[in-house]
């Protein structure tokens, strides 16, 4: 006959695994719909989900390794903007902006990850369609 405890241990095991499995579930959602994207906290391409070839027509070596505000091509006004914008999201302000490709708008939200220490680590992306 098992005990409350063992009956307890079974019940938090099956929901630590249902846990698990819907969040690779929507890691997997994510990856195959949206644009997902990783820099260093200087606004450099880091690393990019497959999607994001796909949709922009870049190849990987275009955009990995670069800066966002280079690939964007942005004039020296916009860039003078983006970096007003790129220095509120290292200060932990999430930040978002819209952007088309071909017919497909996209709402792109940049989050700011930090370290254990709360130092500033990395900054991710995630463009939706909308």
Not at 18 to 39: D, E, H
Not at 50 to 59: M, P, R, W
Not at 76 to 88: Q, R, T
Request: some cysteine.
């Amino acid at each position: 006959m098992q005990t409350k405890k063992d009956i307890i241990k079974q019940h938090f095991i099956y929901y630590i695994f249902a846990a698990a499995t819907l969040a690779f579930q929507f890691y997997i959602y994510l990856s195959q719909s949206c644009i997902i994207m990783r820099y260093d906290t200087g606004g450099m391409v880091t690393d990019l989900r497959d999607l994001t070839l796909e949709v922009t027509g870049y190849k990987r070596s275009d955009i990995v390794g670069h800066y966002l505000k280079e690939i964007l091509a942005l004039t020296k006004n916009d860039m003078d903007n983006f970096d007003v914008f790129w220095n509120e999201i290292i200060q932990g302000v999430k930040k978002t902006r819209k952007f088309t490709r071909g017919e497909t708008l996209y709402k792109e939200t940049f989050t700011l990850i930090t370290d254990e220490h709360g130092r500033p680590y990395k900054v991710i992306s995630i463009a939706v369609p909308v």
